[in-house]
């Protein structure tokens, strides 16, 4: 009984930990993505603001969503953003359990329309 149990525990340990290594990337994930959304909503919305305005602002944005959930290791940028369409990238390395070992970043975008406000067309008779 001992001889088996000394051979099942590891197994059995090793796969506990591996169910919470995959939930702790899916969780970091989900934060990255949700920090992405949050920047451009912030970045899509300011206004008559220049593009590099609105960039920043989508940028503190995800930062700041991120800042607040605890996450240590992150960057954020807005590359690829052009004057019509503005994305947000994050990446995120999240924590490993086996120490020693650095986790693969994890990478999420989201990316929408820019609104331009206008003003009305005139009609006349």
Known sequence: MSVSLAIVF????VLL??????????????LA?????????????QGNATD?????????????FLDRQGVRSYT??????????????V????????????APSLR???EAPRERFVPPAVVRP
Request: zero cysteines; aromatic letters at 6%; hydrophobic letters at 45%.
């Open 33 to 45: 993505l949700t920090a992405a959304r949050e920047g451009v909503d912030a970045g899509r919305v």
């Open 91 to 102: 990446a995120v390395r999240p924590p490993l359990l086996i120490p020693g070992l650095s």
């Open 17 to 30: 930990l591996l169910v919470v290594q995959a939930a702790l990337w899916w969780y970091d994930r989900q």
């Open 10 to 13: 590891p197994v059995v340990l």
């Open 52 to 64: 590099e305005a609105k960039n920043e602002a989508a940028g503190r944005q995800a930062s700041d």
């Open 76 to 89: 954020v940028t807005t590359d690829g953003s052009t004057p019509e369409l503005i994305r947000v990238t």
């Open 108 to 110: 999420q975008f989201a």
